[in-house]
């Protein structure tokens, strides 16, 4: 199995560099055979030509306001709209810049484009502040960043074990 880990985010908007800081440590420690992490930083087109290359699971990591104390990990299969669905004026709208696309909207466009993984799951982290001009986390949610590391490593050992092991 290949699983892309993407980890998305502002660095320069405080806890909104939360999935970029994760992308950044997951990078070197020993993942199972098949799992590749990546940081796509704002541009979720990026996340889209990515997962052109084709993948059997994707972990998307962000910052994510589901109104839980601040530093609060979460595992979350996101919703991903068919634009299919949308009338014209709807599926304009979503889609006319992905250039700063969110990762619902990256992912709404792997959907459409045949490239969205059919398993797919979020980790995030509720901000404290995820609109902060600032080049650092908050404490709260730096603290969380292992934590995420944490559920990510064993979602990947989940994913990419060999048959009748999990």
């Known amino acids: 199995m290949r699983v892309l880990v993407a980890g998305v985010g502002n660095v320069l908007r405080g806890d909104d560099g939360f999935g970029v800081e994760v992308a950044r440590r997951l990078t070197g420690r020993p993942l199972p055979d098949g799992c590749t992490v990546i940081e796509t930083g704002i541009g979720g087109i990026a996340l889209v030509q990515e997962l052109q290359e084709g993948w059997d699971g994707l972990i998307v990591v962000d910052t994510v306001d589901h109104s839980r104390p601040p530093g609060t990990v979460m595992v979350i299969e996101p919703e991903v709209v068919d634009v299919d669905a949308l009338g014209a004026m709807e599926r304009h709208d979503l889609l006319a810049d ?11 466009l792997a959907r459409a484009l045949g490239v969205l993984p059919e398993r797919v799951l979020l980790v995030g982290c509720q901000p404290v502040d995820a609109h902060a001009v600032s080049d650092r986390l908050t404490d709260t949610v730096a603290a969380a960043v292992s934590i995420a590391i944490d559920e990510i490593e064993r979602l990947c050992a989940d994913w990419c074990a060999p048959e009748g092991v999990r």
């Open 98 to 108: 992905m250039h700063l696309a969110t990762p619902e909207r990256a992912l709404m």
